[in-house]
């Protein structure tokens, strides 16, 4: 079973957030979790938190996506001494990679992952982690790329949820797990 937070680790990471205002564009209110990343012991209480809730999950890889899935993403999969495979955004991967498209706002973005990412592991189990769910369009078009891999999305996991634009609607296929909502 998984130890929740305590009121006081609660108030502790969530005092390292910092909203940051038209930020990258006007009416965008953009959590900003730098100061949490430089702040030792809150990204601690984070981290052994996410650790003590996937230890039992018998996972074989960590997927992070691009960019800020990556920090947490890596520190986790350390932790649990299991792979890390990074999500990324059109174009940036080297090797043979295989896509998925979603929705912005105007027009569409697209996520990979190389073709041989979950390869090694019979029906690998993986756990995908961002810093935030929003509307919830890059985190399915994540699912999406696990699953063409022919590997297991066991939960999708993010640090900050904003509830208000209702991304879990578009995951309903999957489980969810959120630290801190807003
Ligand atoms: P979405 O596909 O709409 O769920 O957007 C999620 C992605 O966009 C994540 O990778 C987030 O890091 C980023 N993102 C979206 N909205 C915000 C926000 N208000 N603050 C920080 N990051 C955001």
């Known amino acids: 079973m998984t130890k929740k937070l305590t009121s006081d680790e609660y108030s502790k990471i969530i005092s390292k957030l910092r909203d940051v205002q038209d930020f990258p564009k006007d009416g965008i209110v953009f959590k900003d979790i730098t100061p949490l990343l430089g702040s030792h012991e809150e990204l601690n209480i984070l981290m052994s938190h996410l650790v003590n809730r996937y230890s039992s999950y018998n996972l074989d890889f960590i997927a992070g996506i691009d960019a800020r899935g990556f920090i947490f993403g890596s520190i986790l ?8 495979v990074p999500i990324r955004k059109k174009g940036k991967l080297p090797y043979e990679s295989i896509s998925a498209k979603y929705e912005l706002e105007y027009g569409f973005d697209e996520v990979e992952v190389h073709t041989d990412a979950f390869i090694g592991r019979k029906d690998a189990r993986v756990l ?25 999305c066991v939960e999708c996991c993010f640090i900050i949820e904003l509830e208000f634009l209702n991304g879990r609607e578009k995951l309903d296929k999957y489980n969810i797990y959120s630290v801190m909502k807003f």
Do not use: N, P, W, Y
């Open 77 to 84: 999969a350390d932790r649990l001494g299991i792979g890390f």
């Open 128 to 152: 995908i982690i961002d810093d935030l769910i929003a509307t919830g369009g890059t985190a399915k078009a994540a699912c999406e790329l696990v699953e063409k891999s022919g590997a297991t």
